[in-house]
Nanobody
Framework: QVRLVESGGGSVQAGGSLRLSCAAS????????MAWFRQAPGKEREGVAT???????SSADSVMGRFTISQDIAENTLYLQMNSLKPEDTAMYYC????????????????????WGQGTQVTVST
């Protein structure tokens, strides 16, 4: 199983930017779907963005044009660049990995992902 460790969260004012990182270690998957999810208190877990082993990406409508998912394969690191942050982006952000690359998109059911990080908190104030 892949070990995932997120970092980069913090507190920013609305309109600011943060870049989240997710370092992966352990078992190597030749094909995969990697994702960022978020969950705010009292709300359901929401898929934010995905990237697969071919580099194809998908983003939720709520973050389209503001958030960008990317990966550094050599460094085994997943990133989420978050710009123009809004208070409604406040949540715990998690990265997740699935050893299957098919149907990898931001609406993917969270249950398909077998590996999860511990989460990093993002707080956006007005």
């Amino acid at each position: 199983q892949v070990r995932l460790v997120e970092s980069g969260g913090g507190s920013v004012q609305a309109g600011g930017s943060l870049r989240l990182s997710c370092a992966a270690s352990g078992y190597y998957y030749p094909y995969y779907c990697m994702a960022w999810f978020r969950q705010a208190p009292g709300k359901e877990r929401e898929g934010v963005a995905t990237i697969d082993s071919d580099g194809a990406t998908s983003s939720a409508d709520s973050v389209m044009g503001r958030f960008t998912i990317s990966q550094d394969i050599a460094e085994n690191t997943l990133y989420l660049q978050m710009n123009s942050l809004k208070p409604e982006d406040t949540a715990m952000y998690y990265c997740a990995a699935d050893r299957e690359s098919s149907d990898c998109y931001s609406g993917s059911w969270w249950g398909r992902f077998g590996s999860w990080g511990q989460g990093t908190q993002v707080t956006v104030s007005t």
